[in-house]
T-cell receptor
Framework: QQPVQSPQAVILREGEDAVINCSSS?????VHWYRQKHGEAPVFLMI?????EQKGHEKISASFNEKKQQSSLYLTASQLSYSGTYFC????????????FGQGTTLQVKP | DVKVTQSSRYLVKRTGEKVFLECVQD?????MFWYRQDPGLGLRLIYF???????EKGDIPEGYSVSREKKERFSLILESASTNQTSMYLC????????????FGPGTRLTVT
C-alpha cells in the first residue's frame, strides 16, 4: 500500500524550517527520500535503513521510527533551492529495491 | 556522474500503436526500473530488472512488457497503447545493493491520442 505523506503542500519563507512526514501501514525495511524539481528527474536525498543506518547528503536530516512505520524529513533554514516535490519511497520486503512511493509533498520557498 | 538517458523527452502516439521507450545507463548497474508518474499518485513501479534477461513485475504491470538484452539498456514496451497510458515515464538504475540510491533519467512524457 502506498505510504501517506503529510502535508501535501507547504509554503515557507527563506530561513524557515519544515518537516515532511511519511507513514506506512506496513512494516518497513527502509525509507528513501527524493526531491524532484519541476521538469527534472527525482534526485536522491537519503536512505534510512532498519537498524539505524542512514546514507545520504550531509545537509539533510531525517528520522525513521521502525515501530511506528514512519519517517520524517527535516528541512532547516530553508533556501530557495529547496523548492520542489519531495517523495518518500518505502521498501517493506527486505531490501528488494521495490519501492512504493508516496504521493509527494510540494514545498515552495519564497524570498 | 551516473547518467541515465531516455530515448525521447516527448512522444505522441495513436491508440493501438506499439510503443517502445528506451533507457540506457552508463554505470554498470545491475538493477533498472520503470516507473510512471501521474499527478497526485507519485511514482508507481511498472517493472524492474535485477540482471540481463531477468525481470519482475512491479505494482502496475498490466498493459506493459519489458526487455533487457544488455546490462546497460532496459526497454519498456506498450504492446497496444491506450489513452490511459498517457503519462510521464521515468527510468532508474541502482547498484546491486538496494540500500543505495536510485538514479533517475529525465523522463519521457507520452501522450496517446
Amino acid at each position: 500500500q502506498q505510504p501517506v505523506q503529510s502535508p501535501q503542500a507547504v509554503i515557507l519563507r527563506e530561513g524557515e524550517d519544515a518537516v515532511i512526514n511519511c507513514s506506512s501501514s506496513k512494516a518497513l525495511y527502509s525509507v528513501h527520500w527524493y526531491r524532484q524539481k519541476h521538469g527534472e528527474a527525482p534526485v536522491f536525498l537519503m536512505i534510512l535503513l532498519k537498524g539505524g543506518e542512514q546514507k545520504g547528503h550531509e545537509k539533510i536530516s531525517a528520522s525513521f521510527n521502525e515501530k511506528k512505520q514512519q519517517s520524517s524529513l527535516y528541512l532547516t533554514a530553508s533556501q530557495l533551492s529547496y523548492s520542489g516535490t519531495y517523495f518518500c519511497g518505502t521498501d517493506g520486503s527486505g531490501n528488494t529495491g521495490k519501492l512504493i512511493f508516496g504521493q509527494g509533498t510540494t514545498l515552495q520557498v519564497k524570498p | 556522474d551516473v547518467k541515465v538517458t531516455q530515448s525521447s523527452r516527448y512522444l505522441v502516439k495513436r491508440t493501438g500503436e506499439k510503443v517502445f521507450l528506451e533507457c540506457v545507463q552508463d554505470m554498470d548497474h545491475e538493477n533498472m526500473f520503470w516507473y510512471r508518474q501521474d499527478p497526485g499518485l507519485g511514482l508507481r513501479l511498472i517493472y524492474f530488472s535485477y540482471d540481463v534477461k531477468m525481470k519482475e513485475k512491479g505494482d502496475i504491470p498490466e498493459g506493459y512488457s519489458v526487455s533487457r538484452e544488455k546490462k546497460e539498456r532496459f526497454s519498456l514496451i506498450l504492446e497496444s497503447a491506450s489513452t490511459n497510458q498517457t503519462s510521464m515515464y521515468l527510468c532508474a538504475s541502482a547498484d546491486s545493493d538496494f540500500s543505495y540510491e536510485q538514479y533517475f533519467g529525465p523522463g519521457t512524457r507520452l501522450t496517446v491520442t
